[in-house]
């Protein structure tokens, strides 16, 4: 079992930066890619970025390409989403997930959730 626990949410104005962190216990973390999702209400949860097991490969979804930034550390089992330049469209609740799997991109393909955080942009 891998337990996750995001933290790092809030609410921000339009334009602003927020870094959310997400901290691994259980399996070793470094076995894992780690991905962010969010979902915000009335719809259906969506990928936003997954970072490689090793922390050298990244991939991300369209609308937070070039404005969301992931990273990790191994030595502190902790995953990181770094937003900027917030748009109200972002405001959702954002989950961190495990996979065993390289780069996955659909959340069937993860093995373990976080509970999420709230993040809220407002205009």
């Known amino acids: 079992q891998v337990q996750l626990v995001e933290s790092g949410g809030g609410l921000v104005q339009t334009g602003d930066s927020l870094s959310l962190s997400c901290v691994a216990s259980?399996?070793?973390?470094?076995?894992?890619?780690m991905g962010w999702f969010r979902q915000a209400p009335g719809k259906e949860r969506e990928f936003v970025g997954v970072?490689?097991?090793?922390?050298?490969?990244?991939t991300y979804r369209d609308p937070g390409k070039g404005r969301f930034t992931i990273s990790r550390d191994n030595t502190k089992n902790t995953v990181y989403l770094r937003m900027n330049s917030l748009k109200p469209e972002d405001t959702a609740v954002y989950y961190c997930?495990?996979?065993?799997?390289?780069?996955?991109?659909?959340?069937?393909?993860?093995?373990?959730w976080g509970q999420g955080t709230q993040v809220t942009v407002s205009s």
């Open positions: 997930a495990a996979s065993s799997k390289l780069l996955p991109q659909s959340a069937t393909q993860y093995d373990y």
């Open positions: 259980g399996r070793t973390f470094s076995n894992y890619a």
């Open positions: 970072i490689s097991q090793n922390g050298y490969l990244t």
